[in-house]
């Protein structure tokens, strides 16, 4: 009868159990799904802008023509920084601390600063002619002073169109950074 008695506690405890998890199992699942989603959405963000990155760095070379805004120009890298800092959230904290450091070298602290303040802002409100005017200014820097303003991999790389050998260093650079980050939010 001791069988009969433990086999309908171990019935109830299992069912009050389970109705009390169940909360917490559906939490994590939508958490999983969510983090799945972020890191696949990433993942083919920045596999997108490695590949574009290339052809864009042939180009370059063979057309004699800076890179073009959507890319490794500064718009391209704000944009860049933006996507990435909006799926980092989704993330386990580790992979993303690691991908934020990671972005941090490749666009610089200056401009993932700028970029986390940015990704707020309205889109009717970020175009206008102070915004051009302050990539222009930011260009002419980074082409000009690159020793003071250059923080990031891509704006080394920006700067240096015309010196092949520093060119080709930080677009190897560029390209194992992006590399890293998709490898570690590959789905």
Known sequence: MDWIANALLALVAGSVGSVLLVPHTQRRGEAAKARYAAGRQLYGVLCTYRQELEYQYDRCHSEQHGYPPEFAALEGQEELAEEVLRA?????????????????????????????????????VRVGATEQGRLEVLLRRVTREPERYCEGHLQRLLAEQNNFHEHNEHYEQARAVLDRMADRVAP
């Open 88 to 124: 980092l959230p989704d993330l386990r904290k580790r992979t993303a601390r690691q991908t934020r450091e990671d972005l941090e070298l490749l666009v610089g602290p200056t401009m993932l600063a700028f970029a986390e303040r940015r990704m707020y802002v309205l889109a009717d």
